[in-house]
C-alpha cells in the first residue's frame, strides 16, 4: 500500500489506525507513543506495515507497536500481533530473519573504580574472546553431528558442554530452550552456515556492552536482581546468526510458493505466511524453535568468553568475580500463550518482532526470585548514552499481550546513518565522554552512531506511561564491542 494511515489521539500516549484506513483491515492498528517520538513516526512507512498487518486473517484485537517502531520487512520493528491457533497465520516477517534476537545481562561484583583502570584492556580481550563482525567464525566450531543437539537444547546444551554454570538457565526466558524444535525442519544449507558461528556476535546492531549501573527508580526489585549504584554489569546483544536467517528465508520462500499456487494475494508480499495449523505453519513454528534454541545456545556461549576475558584481565577465578546471568530475553519469537481475549481465556499464538514479553508480578514464567516483582525487560540504548532494565507491569497483558519495546529503536537506516556519520567524528565523541569503542569494521560504528537511534529516555517514558513496563535501573555504557 502507498497510503500512509493517520493516526487516532486516544490519550497521551496511545493512537490507533482505524480499521477505514486500508482495504482489508480485520481490527484496528495501536500505536504506543508520544508527541516527542511522533514526529519520527508520521508519514513513515512503518505505518502502512502496521495497517497491513491488521489485514492478516485470525488477528485479534489490534495490531500493536511499540514506542521503538520502525521500518522492518513485512511487520514493522516493533510490532506485536497475536492471532487464533484455528483460523490464524503464522508469517515470517512478524518474526524477523535474526529469530531469537535477543539481549542478555550479567552482573559482576566489581565497581566502576575498579573497571576503569583497565578498561581498554578488557574490551580488547573481550574482542578477541568473542569474535564479531559480518559472517564472524572462530567461536566454538560444532561438528555436523552436533548440531541437532544444540537445536533441541539451546543453552542448556551449552552449559552441558562447560561453556556455563547449571544457574544459568533459571534466568533465561524458557531457560533457554524453546519446546516444541523439530531439527528436521531446519535445511543442510541453515545447519552449514551455523557450524562456525556458535559464540559469535555477527554484524549491524549486535553488540557486547560493559556498563555500570547508574540509577536505581525500584532499589528492592534492583537489589533482587544483584544490582548496586556503581556495580559493573555487561549486556549483549545478538541471536542466531546465519542459521535463523536461512531458516527464515527457507521458509519465506515455501510459503510464497504456497501462496501462488492458491493464487492469494497479499496487501504485502513480505507478509508470506501459513494457516498455523497447516503442514507449512507447523513445520516453521518446529524450524523456528530450533533456530531460538540455536541463539540461546550462542549467547550462553558469549557468555563464556565474557567470563574467560574478565578472568584473564583481573586475574581472578570468575566465580569471585560473579558474571551471573541476571536475565536473557527474546525479541524476535512467535510463542503459544493464554490471554483474556472477550471477556475469556484463550490460546493464541503471539508474534513479537522488535518486541519483548514483558510479564508481571505473579506469572509462573518470571523466575521464581524475580516473581514478586515482575519479569526483568532489558531494553538497549545506544552506545553513547544509557540502557534500561525495566519491570513488567500487570497493565500490559490487557494493552499489549504482555509485551513491551525492545530498544531505543532506530531513527535513519543504517545506509541513511552512514551516509550522514563520519567514523572519526563518532569514536572522538565518544572517547570524551570516556567510552572505549571496538569494531569489526567503521561502518560497524557509523552504522550504530548514537544519534541513528531515537531518545531512549523518550521510548523508556512511553512504555511507562502506557502501562506497559515502568522503570527499575538506568545502566551507562563504559565500552562497546561493536559487530
Given at each position: 500500500m502507498t497510503k500512509v494511515p493517520s493516526l487516532v489521539a486516544r490519550d497521551e500516549f496511545t493512537f490507533d489506525i482505524p480499521t477505514d484506513q486500508a482495504p482489508g483491515m480485520r481490527v484496528p492498528g495501536r500505536l504506543y507513543s508520544n508527541a516527542a517520538l511522533l514526529s519520527g513516526v508520521e508519514g513513515d512507512p512503518s505505518l502502512g506495515q502496521l495497517a497491513n498487518v491488521a489485514t492478516l486473517p485470525g488477528i485479534e484485537e489490534f495490531a500493536f507497536a511499540m514506542p521503538d517502531i520502525h521500518f522492518g520487512y513485512g511487520f514493522p520493528v516493533g510490532g506485536v500481533a497475536a492471532f487464533d491457533l484455528s483460523e490464524g497465520v503464522v508469517s515470517p516477517g512478524g518474526i524477523g530473519y535474526d529469530i531469537n534476537c535477543g539481549v542478555r545481562l550479567l552482573r559482576t561484583s566489581l565497581t566502576v573504580e575498579e573497571v576503569?583502570?583497565?578498561l581498554s584492556e578488557l574490551i580488547d580481550r573481550l574482542y578477541r574472546e568473542v569474535p564479531s563482525g559480518v559472517g564472524s567464525h572462530g567461536g566454538r566450531p560444532l561438528k555436523p553431528?552436533?548440531?541437532?543437539?544444540?537445536?533441541?537444547?539451546?543453552?542448556?546444551?551449552?552449559?552441558?558442554?562447560?561453556?556455563?554454570?547449571?544457574?544459568?538457565?533459571?534466568f533465561q526466558e524458557e531457560e533457554g530452550c524453546l519446546k516444541g524444535a523439530d531439527p528436521s525442519g531446519v535445511s543442510e544449507n541453515a545447519r552449514k552456515r551455523g557450524l562456525r558461528q556458535l559464540g559469535t556476535l555477527g554484524s549491524g546492531?549486535?553488540?557486547?556492552?560493559?556498563?555500570?549501573?547508574?540509577?536505581?527508580?525500584?532499589?528492592?526489585?534492583?537489589?533482587?536482581?544483584?544490582?548496586?549504584?556503581?556495580?559493573?554489569?555487561?549486556?549483549?546483544?545478538?541471536?542466531?546468526?546465519?542459521?535463523?536467517?536461512?531458516?527464515?528465508?527457507?521458509?519465506?520462500?515455501?510459503?510464497?510458493?504456497?501462496?501462488?499456487?492458491?493464487?492469494?494475494?497479499?496487501?504485502?508480499?513480505?507478509?508470506?505466511?501459513?494457516?498455523?495449523?497447516?503442514?507449512?505453519?507447523?513445520?516453521?513454528?518446529?524450524?523456528?524453535?530450533?533456530?531460538?534454541?540455536?541463539?540461546?545456545?550462542?549467547?550462553?556461549?558469549?557468555?563464556?568468553?565474557?567470563?574467560?576475558?574478565?578472568?584473564a584481565v583481573f586475574e581472578r577465578p570468575d566465580p569471585e568475580l560473579d558474571l551471573s546471568v541476571v536475565y536473557d530475553i527474546a525479541h524476535n519469537i512467535a510463542k503459544v500463550e493464554e490471554h483474556a481475549i472477550d471477556g475469556g481465556r484463550k490460546k493464541v499464538l503471539v508474534h513479537r518482532k522488535g518486541a519483548t514479553?514483558?510479564?508481571p508480578a505473579g506469572?509462573?514464567?518470571?523466575?521464581?526470585?524475580?516473581?514478586?516483582?515482575?519479569q526483568?525487560?532489558?531494553?538497549?540504548?545506544?552506545?553513547?548514552?544509557?540502557s534500561y532494565l525495566l519491570g513488567g507491569l500487570p497493565t500490559s497483558l490487557e494493552?499489549?499481550?504482555?509485551?513491551?519495546?525492545?530498544?531505543?529503536?532506530?531513527?535513519?537506516?543504517?545506509?541513511?546513518?552512514?551516509?550522514?556519520?563520519?567514523?572519526?567524528?563518532?569514536?572522538?565523541?565518544?572517547h570524551g565522554k570516556g567510552i572505549?569503542?571496538?569494531?569489526?569494521?567503521?561502518?560497524?560504528?557509523?552504522?550504530?552512531?548514537?544519534?541513528?537511534?531515537?531518545?531512549?529516555?523518550?521510548?523508556?517514558?512511553?512504555?511507562?506511561?502506557?502501562?506497559?513496563?515502568?522503570?527499575?535501573?538506568?545502566?551507562?555504557?563504559?565500552?562497546?564491542?561493536?559487530?
Open positions: 576503569r583502570p583497565r553431528s552436533e548440531v541437532d543437539d544444540v537445536l533441541t537444547g539451546g543453552a542448556a546444551w551449552a552449559v552441558g558442554a562447560g561453556l556455563g554454570r547449571p544457574a544459568d538457565l533459571e546492531n549486535h553488540f557486547l556492552e560493559v556498563q555500570v549501573v547508574d540509577e536505581l527508580f525500584e532499589p528492592e526489585f534492583a537489589a533482587a536482581l544483584g544490582l548496586a549504584p556503581g556495580r559493573v554489569v555487561v549486556m549483549l546483544h545478538t541471536g542466531s546468526r546465519g542459521l535463523g536467517h536461512q531458516v527464515a528465508t527457507d521458509y519465506i520462500q515455501r510459503m510464497d510458493r504456497r501462496l501462488a499456487e492458491e493464487g492469494t494475494v497479499l496487501v504485502d508480499r513480505q507478509l508470506s505466511c501459513a494457516p498455523i495449523a497447516s503442514d507449512d505453519g507447523q513445520r516453521y513454528l518446529g524450524a523456528m524453535a530450533a533456530a531460538a534454541n540455536f541463539a540461546w545456545a550462542n549467547r550462553q556461549t558469549i557468555t563464556a568468553g565474557v567470563r574467560r576475558a574478565f578472568a514479553r514483558a510479564f506469572r509462573e514464567e518470571v523466575p521464581a526470585p524475580y516473581r514478586p516483582f515482575g526483568p525487560v532489558l531494553i538497549p540504548g545506544d552506545m553513547g548514552t544509557a494493552r499489549s499481550f504482555g509485551s513491551s519495546c525492545h530498544g531505543a529503536g532506530r531513527r535513519l537506516s543504517r545506509h541513511a546513518a552512514v551516509r550522514e556519520f563520519r567514523y572519526d567524528e563518532v569514536t572522538r565523541a565518544l572505549v569503542v571496538r569494531s569489526a569494521s567503521r561502518e560497524g560504528v557509523t552504522e550504530e552512531a548514537p544519534g541513528a537511534y531515537k531518545d531512549v529516555e523518550e521510548v523508556v517514558r512511553v512504555a511507562e506511561g502506557a502501562g506497559l513496563t515502568r522503570r527499575v535501573a538506568r545502566l551507562r555504557p563504559l565500552g562497546v564491542v561493536k559487530g
